[in-house]
């Protein structure tokens, strides 16, 4: 799962990426992209995967790709 100080270190890195990087996050529970998505502006990434990785031992792979910042006149 992405514990709050996890999710905290994730959304720090996505902010330092640049725009067209990809960022890859892996974890446990099915439930940990959600906290994320709340805390990132819909806006900002695009989602290219969200993969189940195992079937034993269950984990996630979600890959981001950071979007150039829109301006507004």
């Known amino acids: 799962m992405l514990i709050p100080l996890t999710l905290l270190k ?3 890195t ?3 990426i640049e ?4 960022l890859e996050i892996l974890w446990s529970g099915p439930e940990a992209p959600d906290g994320l998505f ?3 502006p ?12 195992g079937k034993v ?4 792979r979600l ?9 507004t006149v």
């Open 38 to 40: 709340k805390v990132l």
């Open 14 to 16: 996505f902010r330092e």
């Open 19 to 22: 725009p067209g990087e990809t």
């Open 42 to 53: 819909a806006a900002s990434y695009e989602l290219l995967s969200m993969d189940e990785m």
């Open 63 to 71: 890959r981001l790709e950071k979007k150039a910042a829109v301006k």
């Open 57 to 60: 031992s269950h984990y996630y």
């Open 10 to 12: 994730v959304t720090q």
